[in-house]
Nanobody
Framework: QVQLVESGGGLVESGGSLRLSCAASGSIFSINAMAWYRQAPGKQRELVAALTTAGSTSYADSVKGRFTISRDNAQNTLYLQMNSLKPEDTAVYYC?????????????????WGQGTQVTVSS
């Protein structure tokens, strides 16, 4: 019903920047909450940044001041601008969207995950 495609990951030196994208397509009525998570090897998945429908943002303490979450409503795309990257930012990054799906008489809410994109920061 809904597909998420992530892009923008890669290998970057410490202090560098990357911009992740998460494009949603399919039977979308609306997109509500949006977020980025990451999972480093041997660690649990953690919330990195979140964005509400009203435009409120929140960030993990470890990325505040360096990462910026944003969205393009017309393109159903979520972004994560990552600056001043550090080796400890190395992880697989996942987008997570709360989507109202066109389904029958009324839309139904579902959460979807992207496929993940690898970010590696070298020291």
């Amino acid at each position: 019903q809904v597909q998420l495609v992530e892009s923008g990951g890669g290998l970057v030196e410490s202090g560098g920047s990357l911009r992740l994208s998460c494009a949603a397509s399919g039977s979308i009525f609306s997109i509500n909450a949006m977020a980025w998570y990451r999972q480093a090897p041997g660690k649990q998945r953690e919330l990195v940044a979140a964005l509400t429908t009203a435009g409120s943002t929140s960030y993990a303490d470890s990325v505040k001041g360096r990462f910026t979450i944003s969205r393009d409503n017309a393109q159903n795309t979520l972004y994560l601008q990552m600056n001043s990257l550090k080796p400890e930012d190395t992880a697989v990054y996942y987008c997570n969207l709360e989507v109202a799906v066109k389904q029958g008489v009324r839309p139904m809410m579902y959460f979807y995950w992207g496929q993940g994109t690898q970010v590696t920061v070298s020291s």
